[in-house]
Every structure is written in C-alpha cells, then in structure tokens.
C-alpha cells in the first residue's frame, strides 16, 4: 500500500464503495444536525432566526472555532492540545501590554502575540516528537504553565485602556460583516488548502492513519508533528488577539476551558480521536452546532448548568460514536 493510498482511505474513513444512504449520513450527517437544531430554536424562540443573532452566533463562536481548526491538526495525529485556553490567556495579557494608544505600532503588537503563540506549539510539538512524551501529559504541562505565566506577568489584574485600532479587530465590522468573522473565514479557507492541497496536509492524515508506515516511507513525522503543534499555537494566538480586542481588555484568566469547546467542536465535527480521519469543514459545522446550542439555551433562559450537562452528553455521544465507526473498519 503506497502513501497516496492511505492518506486517500483515511480521507474516505477507510471504506469504499456505492453512494449508499449510510454514506450520505456519514459525510453529512452533522450537517443535517445543525440545520435541525436551528429550525428547532426557531420554532421554540422567535428572536433566534434573525440575521443580527444569527451573526451574533457567528462572532462568539469565531474564537473556539479558530482553535478548534488547530485542533483538528493536532487530532488528526492522534495527538491532543489542552493548552490552548492558556495559551490564549498569556497572549492576551502581552498584546494588552502592547496595545495601549500611541505606544507601540499595531503590527508590532499582533507579531508579538503570534509569535508567543508560535513558541509556544513549538516547545510542545519539540517535546512530543523528540522527547517522545504524550501529547496529553506535554501540552496538560504546557496548560498549566502558560496560564501561570499569565497570571505572573499581570498578579492576577486585568489590563486596560488599548487603543482604538487594536479594539477595531474584535469590535469592528467591514461591509456589515464583523472582522472576527471575516478572520474566521480567512483562517477556515486557509486551513483547508493547507490539509487537503499542500504535501503538509497529505503527510499530517498519512501520520495519522499509520504513522510507522509513515517513517517507513520516508516521512519526517517529527518535523511535521512540531509544524502542526506550531499551527495549532498560532491559532491559538489569533483567537487570544481576537478575543482580546472583543473584550477590550487583556484577562489572565481568558480562554478558561476554552480547549475543551475546541476538542468538542472537532470531535461532534468527524474528526477521529483514532486518528487519520478530519475535515476543516466538519469541524466549522460543529463549532456552529455548540454556538447554536448555547445561543438557544440561552434565549430560552436555560440555565448555564444544564448547558454545560447537555454539551458533555453531546460531546460522549460524538466520541461513541466515532469509536463504533473505528469497530467495523
């Protein structure tokens, strides 16, 4: 069996044959669930469908939704990221630093928080791929050291007064269309050329799908695994600039279980914790199914409680799923 052929069968979930209606759930299934579940909340709350909500939706769930893409790099891998929520936290507290009005260059600011996001997926993926520990144990470490850096730098106080620019990224609309959105967008688009048209992309689903096979033809496994934990940081990094900008304020404790909506949004979206199965789509539609969720609940005044049982219900059934799927390959 050649590579081509692997990253192909991990691709179509291992299995070939007539377009069945088993097929047809299988590949659009999670689709059919979020138009569901918005005709749903249309029926049960008549504010719901309305075009500011529905961008409302859009806008709060572009910050998971971004590191859920990085994410998705990571899973496809077999790996894990549980560092994201902290990593969004420390960067959020440096470009605040930074984005006080009229001190440092805006560009300066956003290379700053990027690159600390960068960094960060660097030493992770350097420690898994060289130091060949769990991803679970390195990036859990990562989890809590970034957050107490975050905490360190600020002693555990927010930091205000950031200048009109920067606020424009979180806050700002072009063409009636809010720029975290259109960043979403851009990084949505530019994550699915880079899994399904670069050789980054073919040899990330090859690792995941057999990654021996994968060194036996002549893939740098390490080097691509420390790439995409790179990507995954830099992810990270966006949604904390993002999510910075949006609340005008650098918080130490940002992104809190922000990882774990990530992971959710990639899992309910077909991305397979076994590993070579993902689509950037996929997992944009689960991000939207969670945003759909929690905007519903909450103009139907439930409470945040049952919201967070109900994820984790959610989040159990997609993972029961997947594994039933993984049983009758």
Do not use: C
Not at 189 to 205: D, M
Not at 218 to 243: E, F, H, P, T, W
Request: hydrophobic share 50%; net charge positive; proline share 3%.
């Amino acid at each position: 069996m050649n590579e081509s052929t692997v990253v192909t069968e991990q691709k179509l979930g291992g299995r070939s044959g007539p377009f069945t209606l088993a097929s047809l759930l299988s590949r659009y299934g999670m689709l059919l669930v979020l138009i569901a579940l918005m005709i749903l909340m249309s029926l049960l709350t008549p504010t719901f469908l309305t075009a500011d909500n529905l961008l409302n939706i859009v806008r709060q769930m572009s910050v998971v939704g971004i590191v859920a893409i990085g994410v998705t790099f990571v899973i496809i891998t077999t790996g894990i990221d549980l560092s994201s929520g902290s990593v969004i936290a420390l960067v959020s507290v440096v470009v605040a630093t930074l984005a006080h009005p009229g001190e440092y260059p805006l560009v300066l600011t956003i290379l700053a928080g990027l690159g600390i996001g960068v960094l960060t997926g660097l030493i992770n993926g350097t420690i898994i791929a060289k130091g060949k520990i769990a991803p679970f144990i390195v990036t859990l470490g990562m989890m809590t050291a970034a957050r107490g850096a975050a905490l360190l730098y600020t002693g555990g106080r927010p930091i205000g007064n950031l200048s009109d620019s920067f606020r424009f990224i979180g806050q700002g609309s072009l063409l009636g269309i809010p720029v975290p959105i259109l960043i979403f967008l851009f990084v949505g688009v530019v994550s699915y050329l880079l899994l399904n048209k670069t050789k980054f992309g073919k040899y990330i689903y090859a690792i995941g799908g057999n990654e021996q096979a994968a060194r036996i033809a002549g893939i740098n496994v390490d080097k691509y695994k420390i790439m995409l934990y790179a990507y995954a940081g830099l992810l990270s990094s966006v949604a904390g600039i993002i999510l910075t900008s949006r609340i005008a304020s650098g918080q130490p404790t940002a992104g809190t279980m922000y990882e774990l909506d990530a992971i959710a949004a990639a899992v309910i979206g077909g991305t397979s914790l076994a590993g070579g199965i993902g689509t950037i789509g996929g997992t944009i539609i689960g991000a939207l199914i969670i945003g759909v969720m929690n905007n519903g609940l909450d103009l139907l005044n439930v409470s945040s409680y049952w919201q967070q049982i109900l994820k984790g219900a959610i989040i159990t059934t997609a993972v029961l799923i997947d594994s039933r799927k993984n049983r009758r390959k």
